[in-house]
Antibody
């Protein structure tokens, strides 16, 4: 059974770069039927889609327009991982960060059918 | 890209049915058949319970159903149980490869 697990530093200072990885076990990330996504949830708040990557071909990425200027999603097929980098973090980026699998219909993402447990990231001076 | 609109809270008694609405526009909910719903317990990752407006993933109780009319999608939970008390989120495809969530609804089982 496929599982996802986030990893990365839990505490950052303002202006630093957030870097998280999601390790996928139980199947390859190089599937042509799914995207691989990042979602976050600020404390006590709702879910916010960050972006996703299509790992099958050239690693095409799609990002939330409100975060696009600070976010990069990449993949490492040799480690069966995909990663999130967010630069110039502030306290407003304090959140639980989830990685998730996103099935696609033709090219359309249809939601998030498998999730990692989440990784808490706190930004504080 | 604006968040979809959900009621902050809904409540119901055991055995009753409740409906949670998710309102967007023609650029998201009303423009595509790609609304999904999630159930989230405190401190846990969300669980996928409805996809493509009205489809249930394998293993999800048939007490959960999805529907859509125009720019509003709905999640109905029938035969309400104490274990259904959780937060519920909708999500829609919003064109140009993007996705948008609703603000979430807290369900209280009285």
């Amino acid at each position: 059974q496929m599982q996802l697990q986030e990893s990365g530093p839990g505490l950052l200072k303002p202006s630093q770069t957030l870097s998280l990885s999601c390790t996928v076990s139980g199947g390859p990330i190089t599937s042509d039927t799914v995207y691989w996504s990042w979602i976050r949830q600020r404390p006590g708040k709702g879910l916010e889609w960050i972006g996703y990557i299509y790992t099958y071909f050239s690693g095409k990425m799609y990002y939330n327009p409100s975060l696009q200027s600070r976010v990069t999603i990449s993949m490492d097929k040799s480690k069966n991982q995909f990663s999130l980098k967010m630069n110039s973090v502030t306290a407003a980026d304090t959140a639980i960060y989830f990685c998730a699998r996103t099935p696609r219909v033709i090219t359309t993402p249809t939601g998030f059918d498998m999730w990692g447990p989440g990784s808490m990231v706190t930004v504080s001076s | 890209q604006s968040a979809l609109t959900q009621p902050a809270s809904v409540s119901g008694s055991p055995g009753q049915s409740i409906t949670i609405s998710c309102t967007g526009g023609r650029r998201d909910v009303g423009g595509y058949n790609f609304v999904s719903w999630y159930q989230q317990y405190p401190g846990k990752a969300p669980k996928f319970i409805i996809y493509q407006d009205n489809n249930r993933p394998s293993g999800v109780s048939n007490r959960f159903s999805g529907s859509k009319s125009g720019n509003t999608a709905s999640l109905t939970i029938s035969g309400l149980r104490a274990e259904d008390e959780a937060d519920y989120y909708c999500c829609s495809y919003a064109g140009s490869g993007t996705l948008v969530f609703g603000g979430g609804t807290k369900l209280t089982v009285l």
